[in-house]
């Protein structure tokens, strides 16, 4: 789920980041995320010696390079838990435009010819084989293999292209698959499990160069030639990854920044990034924002469509502006009726008033709708017909109270006693309407009085206008904090996540550990049968009584010292464990598990393996 890997990323990061400083250090701790696009491992490999070179030229800093998975970026920057970001182009644009990260320099790469390159591609290559492929258009009825949805130059570059010479790709090829990183991409190919790959420039002359494949063992897809490019490439070309600054970070720690990356030398203690030769000033990244917006990804998902979200972007201070002035409006013309009632006569007033009401009334885009101070519905609009279900006829029978949801009607009711007695010129309060089919739905309910001559209510005027879509969203975001805020305050040695059928959502690497396994082969296999199916005595546990798990059925707290766990390699394993449910709207729809090695099984066990 993308709530648990969210939440794993924000638990661990801190931790992480505390046990790798062995040696406590006062500076100042700078956090660079960088995309992982050959995993985590290579992410750090790659750049750990920029960071020691970034510790050299800023010794008042210590630097730290954090990888970030293509699915966990715009978190990462959105909750800032770094604070500069290196990530390809496309990447950075929707960062830019959705929260404000400014690069401050391009990268730039070794050319093997010689001097520096700052541009890159995508390549579409085959396995060289008989009867094979050897143009783009050769694809059709294809199996193509891929690196992620996001990769700029492991799919979207490539995307545009294979749009302009098959049309619609997914209606052109037989699929496409994407497999991670460019080196599964390259590997799938070599094996011969799809009938084409697309990586970035430079991935298959630099994997030929550690010896992993060979270069004439391919075919490149309708290869172009480039002056000074010497790379395998099938597109145009893009400017290189920048790096770029969060909103927090200070313009003058960023120009610091800056200008060591600009200072450093191309070979020497950054050389661990991949041919980095270092860093130019920040490229024009207009072309790949038109590769964007041509392609509608994000940002631009919407880009030359009217959609209501992007009105409401666009327009949203003029819309609420509109309507405050019709509500004021409404009101002027309501005390402007009752001051002209002694001007005119009986008859032309009523037929006068009816007519610019009438209008305003029906047509008005919330539900209207007069009261009497006993609640008894005096006129309404089409608008709250709609909005409760109620025909006409049956709204009418209707009184205000009936209408409001009864955890609300006190502090409704209470509002409208304060409007009686003078205390408030009008009121605004959000409350629940019932319609007809006993659903809740959230409003914002804007109440005035109209008084006679006297200073006595007549009737009172009520706006109402549906926000369940916000209220909604508030719960959604509340559940996700409450659980979030469960999860962390249980955060123990192992920690795992099950579904309601018990099967792993989640493994943080110390359960993994602890468990003899890696994360990966964890998930999606049943807890129970994996590490807790055999009792003591080598009888099989059934998961029906196993308390773990009881959680799934019971929604209750189960917590356990000294429970007989499985190591994968069959050690028996005693562990301290608390399994707290997941629940949301009213159903457990899984369990987080937080379990420790007991620290002496075989004083207490009662009974020891057999």
């Given at each position: 789920?993308?709530?648990?890997?969210?939440?794993?990323?924000?638990?661990?990061?801190?931790?992480?980041?505390?046990?790798?400083?062995?040696?406590?250090?006062?500076?100042?701790?700078?956090?660079?995320?960088?995309?992982?696009?050959?995993?985590?491992?290579?992410?750090?490999?790659?750049?750990?010696?920029?960071?020691?070179?970034?510790?050299?030229?800023?010794?008042?800093?210590?630097?730290?390079?954090?990888?970030?998975?293509?699915?966990?970026?715009?978190?990462?920057?959105?909750?800032?838990?770094?604070?500069?970001?290196?990530?390809?182009?496309?990447?950075?644009?929707?960062?830019?435009?959705?929260?404000?990260?400014?690069?401050?320099?391009?990268?730039?790469?070794?050319?093997?010819?010689?001097?520096?390159?700052?541009?890159?591609?995508?390549?579409?290559?085959?396995?060289?084989?008989?009867?094979?492929?050897?143009?783009?258009?050769?694809?059709?009825?294809?199996?193509?293999?891929?690196?992620?949805?996001?990769?700029?130059?492991?799919w979207i570059i490539m995307s545009r292209e294979l749009r302009e010479r098959l049309g619609t790709v997914s209606k052109a090829v037989a699929g496409v698959d994407f497999l991670g990183t460019h080196e599964r991409v390259v590997e799938a190919i070599a094996r011969g499990e799809y009938d084409a790959g697309i990586v970035r420039t430079a991935?298959?002359?630099?994997?030929?160069?550690?010896?992993?494949?060979?270069?004439?063992?391919?075919?490149?897809?309708?290869?172009?030639?480039?002056?000074?490019?010497?790379?395998?490439?099938?597109?145009?070309?893009?400017?290189?990854?920048?790096?770029?600054?969060?909103?927090?970070?200070?313009?003058?720690?960023?120009?610091?920044?800056?200008?060591?990356?600009?200072?450093?030398?191309?070979?020497?203690?950054?050389?661990?990034?991949?041919?980095?030769?270092?860093?130019?000033?920040?490229?024009?990244?207009q072309e790949v924002e038109s590769l964007l917006r041509e392609l509608h990804l994000p940002p631009f998902e919407s880009y030359g469509q009217v959609t209501l979200a992007g009105v409401w972007k666009n327009y949203g201070l003029v819309i609420l502006l509109v309507g405050a002035l019709l509500a004021a409006a409404l009101l002027l013309w309501?005390?402007?009726?009752?001051?002209?009632?002694?001007?005119?006569?009986?008859?032309?007033?009523?037929?006068?008033?009816?007519?610019?009401?009438?209008?305003?009334?029906?047509?008005?885009?919330?539900?209207?709708?007069?009261?009497?101070?006993?609640?008894?519905?005096?006129?309404?609009?089409?608008?709250?017909?709609?909005?409760?279900?109620?025909?006409?006829?049956?709204?009418?029978?209707?009184?205000?109270?009936?209408?409001?949801?009864?955890?609300?009607?006190?502090?409704?009711?209470?509002?409208?006693?304060?409007?009686?007695?003078?205390?408030?010129?009008?009121?605004?309060?959000?409350?629940?309407?019932?319609?007809?089919?006993?659903?809740?739905?959230?409003?914002?309910?804007?109440?005035?009085?109209?008084?006679?001559?006297?200073?006595?209510?007549?009737?009172?005027?009520?706006?109402?206008?549906?926000?369940?879509?916000?209220?909604?969203?508030?719960?959604?975001?509340?559940?996700?904090?409450?659980?979030?805020?469960?999860?962390?305050?249980?955060?123990?040695?192992?920690?795992?996540?099950?579904?309601?059928?018990?099967?792993?959502?989640?493994?943080?690497?110390?359960?993994?550990?602890?468990?003899?396994?890696?994360?990966?082969?964890?998930?999606?296999?049943?807890?129970?049968?994996?590490?807790?199916?055999?009792?003591?005595?080598?009888?099989?546990?059934?998961?029906?009584?196993?308390?773990?798990?009881?959680?799934?059925?019971?929604?209750?707290?189960?917590?356990?010292?000294?429970?007989?766990?499985?190591?994968?390699?069959?050690?028996?394993?005693?562990?301290?464990?608390?399994?707290?449910?997941?629940?949301?709207?009213?159903?457990?729809?899984?369990?987080?598990?937080?379990?420790?090695?007991?620290?002496?099984?075989?004083?207490?066990?009662?009974?020891?393996?057999?």
């Amino acid at each position: 789920m993308d709530f648990f890997r969210r939440f794993l990323l924000l638990m661990t990061l801190p931790l992480l980041f505390a046990l790798a400083a062995p040696v406590p250090d006062t500076k100042p701790e700078i956090r660079i995320g960088v995309l992982a696009r050959s995993g985590a491992a290579k992410a750090l490999e790659q750049w750990e010696p920029t960071a020691r070179y970034l510790d050299g030229a800023l010794p008042d800093y210590r630097f730290r390079i954090v990888p970030i998975g293509f699915d966990d970026v715009t978190m990462v920057v959105d909750n800032a838990l770094v604070d500069f970001v290196i990530v390809n182009p496309a990447l950075y644009i929707n960062l830019a435009v959705r929260f404000g990260v400014s690069r401050i320099a391009t990268m730039k790469y070794r050319n093997p010819g010689g001097g520096d390159l700052s541009v890159f591609g995508s390549v579409l290559f085959a396995k060289k084989r008989l009867n094979g492929p050897q143009r783009p258009e050769d694809l059709k009825g294809q199996r193509i293999a891929a690196v992620h949805v996001h990769s700029l130059g492991g799919w979207i570059i490539m995307s545009r292209e294979l749009r302009e010479r098959l049309g619609t790709v997914s209606k052109a090829v037989a699929g496409v698959d994407f497999l991670g990183t460019h080196e599964r991409v390259v590997e799938a190919i070599a094996r011969g499990e799809y009938d084409a790959g697309i990586v970035r420039t430079a991935t298959l002359e630099q994997m030929a160069q550690e010896g992993r494949v060979a270069m004439e063992d391919f075919t490149i897809l309708g290869a172009r030639q480039y002056r000074e490019f010497p790379f395998a490439v099938t597109t145009r070309l893009y400017p290189e990854w920048p790096v770029s600054k969060l909103e927090h970070v200070s313009r003058t720690l960023a120009r610091e920044v800056a200008l060591a990356l600009l200072q450093m030398p191309a070979s020497g203690a950054a050389d661990g990034a991949a041919a980095l030769a270092g860093w130019t000033i920040p490229e024009n990244y207009q072309e790949v924002e038109s590769l964007l917006r041509e392609l509608h990804l994000p940002p631009f998902e919407s880009y030359g469509q009217v959609t209501l979200a992007g009105v409401w972007k666009n327009y949203g201070l003029v819309i609420l502006l509109v309507g405050a002035l019709l509500a004021a409006a409404l009101l002027l013309w309501a005390r402007a009726s009752a001051l002209n009632r002694r001007l005119r006569a009986k008859h032309r007033e009523l037929e006068l008033n009816e007519e610019m009401f009438k209008g305003t009334f029906e047509q008005a885009a919330v539900g209207l709708l007069h009261v009497t101070t006993e609640g008894g519905l005096l006129r309404f609009n089409q608008k709250l017909c709609q909005m409760t279900g109620y025909s006409c006829v049956e709204l009418g029978t209707k009184n205000l109270n009936e209408l409001i949801f009864e955890r609300d009607l006190s502090a409704s009711l209470e509002q409208i006693e304060a409007l009686k007695r003078g205390a408030l010129g009008d009121a605004a309060l959000q409350v629940r309407i019932v319609n007809r089919s006993g659903e809740q739905l959230w409003t914002n309910l804007t109440v005035s009085a109209v008084r006679d001559d006297s200073g006595q209510i007549k009737y009172l005027i009520m706006a109402v206008d549906a926000i369940s879509h916000l209220k909604t969203l508030e719960q959604a975001i509340a559940r996700e904090r409450h659980a979030l805020s469960a999860i962390l305050e249980m955060a123990g040695d192992g920690i795992l996540g099950i579904d309601r059928e018990g099967q792993h959502t989640f493994v943080n690497p110390v359960a993994a550990k602890l468990l003899g396994y890696e994360v990966g082969e964890m998930i999606g296999q049943e807890s129970h049968r994996m590490w807790h199916h055999t009792r003591s005595d080598g009888s099989v546990y059934n998961a029906d009584t196993c308390p773990i798990t009881a959680v799934l059925r019971e929604g209750i707290t189960h917590r356990g010292d000294n429970e007989l766990v499985w190591h994968r390699d069959g050690t028996p394993l005693y562990v301290d464990f608390i399994s707290t449910p997941i629940v949301e709207e009213g159903g457990v729809v899984g369990a987080v598990i937080v379990f420790r090695r007991h620290s002496a099984p075989e004083a207490d066990a009662g009974e020891g393996p057999v």
